[in-house]
């Protein structure tokens, strides 16, 4: 009681009163749990599953227009109808215009007749191509005598593709490209010569050292043409075309001119392209004795598509052309035309040496309105 604690002796197995040696000791090592066979591991992930998909709540969109629109304003989105048949087709088209380019496009915009709507469509479609993708998309006004398209967009025409062709060779960056065009929301716009004291034309050379100038910094170039085909602008603009659009109207004269322009396509060698245009029958001017209907499936099978332009009085009036002033079903219209064009961003167009028609096209029609 009380005294020291001993601490306890072991004895060696021979007698010896001297103390056994510690068994050694392993190093101890982490144990890792095994899990069982059936156990459901979870990924590590990685940086590339941080998406807008996975960490961003999406709320319905609101509606675009209409008494839907003021509805959910008023109640703060807490009421939300259901959208129309139309908004998933506008949705889809609006994909289609924002698919991403293989290389830059350049499309033509044609007709044999003047009258038609052709610089309409041409500006119409520049303007939803601008609006709703993120490149530099540009109209070209190629009409040696003097053509509107600056006219109906910005409203700016003092410099031209005449003076841009002048100094063509100058032009290094962008600002200095900015000179020669002007502005319509986000689409650049270069205008055709208005000066009434010259005596010659724009000639080809002119033009393709214009357009190649516009094409060095624009991804999407769209060329309103002339009504000459012959010209030899013409010429130019198609052989850098990889899209075209023929533009016609609901009258027997608007009608045949857009058929005798696929016809000239195909004897000068464009067949391929005639063979993937989208033709668009304007509206503005038409007849009700005219059957619509058989110009429709007539264009359906010499083109890709077709797309019937309901009449506007916002594009009636001549004045400068304001996408959020048409009428849906002309929105809509236009939408198709520019989904049409953007379906072939990502492929190739076909040599246009072979000179024959592709044997694959599809083709149908579309109308918007009446």
Request: net charge neutral; charged share 25%; with cysteine.
């Amino acid at each position: 009681m009380g005294g020291p604690v001993v601490p306890k002796r072991s004895f060696a197995p021979n007698g010896d009163d001297e103390p056994a040696s510690a068994p050694p000791v392993a190093p101890r090592l982490p144990v890792r749990a095994v899990p069982p066979a059936d156990a459901v591991v979870p990924a590590r992930g990685s940086a590339s599953d941080l998406t807008d998909r996975s960490i961003v709540t999406h709320r319905e969109r609101a509606p675009r227009s209409g008494w839907r629109r003021l509805l959910h304003r008023i109640s703060g989105g807490a009421v939300r109808v259901a959208d129309t048949p139309a908004e998933p087709a506008r949705r889809e088209r609006e994909a289609r215009i924002r698919r991403p380019l293989a290389a830059p496009h350049h499309i033509a915009v044609v007709s044999l007749k003047g009258g038609v709507g052709k610089t309409t469509v041409t500006a119409a479609v520049g303007l939803v191509l601008a609006e709703l993708r993120g490149d530099r998309v540009a109209v070209l006004d190629a009409d040696p005598d003097g053509g509107t398209l600056a006219d109906r967009l910005s409203g700016e025409s003092t410099v031209s593709v005449r003076d841009l062709a002048a100094r063509a060779e100058r032009i290094r960056a962008l600002p200095e490209l900015a000179r020669f065009t002007s502005l319509s929301g986000r689409l650049q716009v270069l205008a055709s010569d208005q000066d009434p004291r010259r005596h010659d034309a724009l000639d080809r050379a002119g033009y393709e050292a214009a357009h190649a100038t516009l094409s060095r910094f624009c991804d999407i170039v769209v060329t309103d043409s002339g009504t000459g085909m012959v010209h030899p602008v013409v010429g130019g603009t198609l052989d850098a075309a990889a899209s075209v659009v023929v533009v016609g109207s609901l009258t027997v004269d608007g009608a045949s001119r857009a058929g005798r322009t696929l016809d000239w396509l195909d004897a000068h060698g464009y067949g391929e392209l005639a063979a993937r245009a989208v033709v668009v029958l304007s509206a503005d001017r038409s007849s009700p004795d005219v059957d619509a209907a058989h110009l429709r499936e007539h264009f359906a099978r010499r083109s890709r598509a077709v797309v019937v332009l309901p009449r506007d009085p916002h594009l009636a009036a001549g004045d400068r052309i304001r996408l959020a002033a048409l009428r849906p079903d002309t929105r809509a219209a236009v939408l198709e035309v520019a989904a049409l064009l953007a379906d072939e961003f990502d492929s190739v167009p076909p040599s246009r040496a072979s000179g024959g028609l592709l044997s694959d096209r599809t083709s149908g029609g579309v109308e918007f309105g009446g």
